[in-house]
């Protein structure tokens, strides 16, 4: 696999209604900004959905990592839908529970919510080395 | 008769791919939480997408207003596919145009200008629930 | 859960479920009576305000209850809330996967999220104090009203 088909495509959820939806986001604009800008690419749920060729070609082409907020799993769900191959799930909740950190709302994750999506961001980057060392 | 809606659902983008998606994302909950609070609903667009009856049933029977980053307008078409055409469409990116001083160049960190923009933004969401729902009360007051 | 099993208040963009065969207190917990013994949890509608729960605790099994005494309480990002027990009697068994998978709890608070059995000391006497699922929806319907607003917000 040459270096450029070496990647993992992120799949946040993302969600509005809590605020662990924006650390999910969070999380992953760290990963994708800041850890491993060549190793990954963000794929947004919505121009998946609605056919935005780049979004669907890229859960087809490369490993996924879904990061989800709540239990709904909707990044998980949405994925499996669109036939995407799975690789590693990142669950925010777990992480939560984890570092001992709570983000304060939806629109500002505040200080906590900052270092909870941090920590849950350096995982996932370990997370991505190992699939792609397979 | 006419059913009368006191409240509009909204739908932001995720905003992933451009700074304008983060910008939606907040205007949006700053509507729901401090500027039109008794009036809104949020619409969970990926929760949407994944198949939620709940947040579908309440896009078919109530107003709905698409806030877009981009003019994909993902939450635009997202709600017409599943639950119906909103209401009215923000597409933000447009609005910006209107204040070509203010730039958004991070999609995590906003800056004084991108935090200008979320005003703007959500006042005019604001100013677009008014008139979704003066339109509403005006037809059920007529009958 | 089909709709003949349980009542369904529907308020804006939520569903809260309030099946027909269960028992109710007014802190929105549950009993399913088996016996001498109930299954204790709590109503859709407090998992839904209590947000997502990220961890659960519960009294040790062996533990003497009163009827409204706290069995367990569960932490959500945005609280920290106690089941209060509907009916009186010793804890005989616990829910341990709510250890590893307290999402279960938000996504099937009725089936798999159950808290703990009880074996019961005094139902008859616990009875009069509970309600049945008509009674809660009625109970459930006033607190939505003056919840309304906050539904959906700082979440």
Known sequence: MSAEERKVAIVACAGMDKALGSVARACAFKVVQDLKPKESVLVCIPPLIIGVNSHSEWINKYPVVTIDGCAERCATKIVAEKRGKIRGRVFIPNGVKKHGLKPETSAEIGPEGEELAEKIADETALLIDKILRK | ?143 | MKNEDSYQLKVLKWTFQVPKDLLYNENDCWAKIEGHRARVGITDFLQSMATDIIFVEFKDVGTEIEQLDEVASFESTKTVLDLISPVSGVIVEVNEKLSERPELVNQDPYGEGWFAVLKLKDFESDRENLLDAQKYFEVLKRKVELEKEKLGKQR
């Not at chain 2, 729902?133 to 059920?140: D, N, R, T, V």
């Open chain 2, 1 to 143: 008769m006419t059913i009368v809606k006191d409240k509009v659902g909204i739908v932001s983008c995720s905003g992933e791919d451009l700074p304008e998606g983060t910008i939606s994302r907040i205007a949006t909950r700053i509507v729901l939480e401090k500027l039109r609070p008794d009036d809104t609903v949020t619409i969970c667009l990926p929760l949407f997408l994944a198949g939620s009856q709940d947040e579908r049933a309440f896009a078919r029977a109530f107003p709905t207003i698409a806030v877009d980053g981009c003019s994909k307008k993902c939450a635009e078409v997202g709600t017409q596919k599943y639950s119906g055409r909103p209401v009215a469409t923000i597409v933000v990116s447009e609005i910006m145009k209107r204040h070509p001083h203010l730039k958004a160049k991070s999609r995590d960190n906003l800056g004084d200008e991108e935090k200008e923009l979320v005003s703007i933004i959500a006042e005019e969401i604001a100013k677009k629930v008014d008139e979704v729902l003066g339109i509403k009360k005006k037809s059920g007051a007529s009958n």
